[in-house]
């Protein structure tokens, strides 16, 4: 569902994507984005994170290393991208294990026209007010149907709602998706979480449908990362691999691999 395409006019647009983002996985989320064929930059400070939106194509917040001051800097960059009329991806991760994390994400959706919501099922869950458990960053349980509470948290907030896992699950609360792509091996490493944010940024900076460029974006990553696996020794080889797969990936193997569904 357009991922040739759009790949191709990310390698040939370049698109600026602007990501005040989680210390502990930054530089992969610049690699990815990078790789994928845009342009990474990272700016945190209050005092300059309006501006940067100003010249970018997406902006992608993610409160894995929460500050209130980073809240802050989300909100000044979220509304000029709001301003400027450009996607705004919340990953939203962590939310359920500390009221902190749960109150500040509800405080940036309160504050910024978010375009894409983006966690696993626990961290979903939780902001769509379902009974769900997260230890750290990882889902735990959740009571309910994931796509279900995907599509009533989507019309509900009015945006596109992204639940990744086993299988990840795509809502706008109309059209809904499932992307069946990826690798056990994309859970043996810190990061695949975020850089996988940062994917669906950089596809959202150039495709106006926020459920297909997610879409998109997920699976791209998810066929790199079954061809990587072949290869890998272990997790440390595996993410390297898997950076290059995604940059020398080709149409055919996109063609062959992406296993994609809409659901009727």
């Keep these: 569902m357009n991922t040739i395409e759009n790949l191709k006019k990310i390698r040939e647009q370049r698109p600026l994507v602007h990501h005040i983002t989680n210390w502990v996985t930054i530089y ?18 209050p005092e300059e994170a309006g501006q940067m939106t100003s010249i970018a ?9 929460l500050t209130v001051d980073l809240v802050k800097s989300m909100i000044i960059a979220g509304r000029k ?10 990953d939203v991760v962590g939310a359920g294990a500390t009221d902190f994390r749960t109150d500040k994400s509800k405080e940036i959706l309160d504050n910024v026209k978010i375009s894409i919501l983006k ?11 379902a009974e769900a458990e997260t230890r750290g960053v ?3 349980s959740l009571k309910g149907n994931p796509l279900e509470i995907a599509k009533k948290l989507a019309a509900r907030e009015k945006l596109t709602v992204v639940i990744t896992g086993e299988e990840d ?4 609360g ?18 695949s979480g975020c850089m996988a944010s940062s994917a669906i940024g950089t596809f959202a900076s150039i495709e106006k449908d926020c459920a297909v460029a997610s879409l998109n974006a997920l699976s791209l990553l998810g066929i790199a990362g079954e061809v990587a696996a072949k290869n890998a020794k272990g997790p440390a080889s595996y993410k390297e691999m898997l950076m290059d797969e995604i ?7 996109i063609k062959i691999m992406e296993r994609t569904e809409k659901i009727k």
């Design 57 to 65: 194509s997406a902006l992608v917040l993610n409160i894995g290393t």
């Design 28 to 45: 992969d989320c610049a690699n990815i984005v990078r790789t994928i064929g845009g342009l990474p930059v990272m700016a945190h400070a």
């Design 169 to 172: 699950i795509i809502s706008n």
């Design 138 to 140: 990882e889902a735990i």
């Design 81 to 90: 991208a709001n301003e400027k009329k450009i996607p705004v991806i919340l």
């Design 247 to 253: 940059y020398n990936i080709d149409e055919n193997t």
């Design 119 to 129: 966690g696993n099922s626990s961290e979903i869950g939780t902001i769509a007010g």
């Design 174 to 191: 109309k059209d809904s998706y499932i992307c069946e792509n990826g690798h056990p091996m994309m859970g043996c490493f810190v990061g």
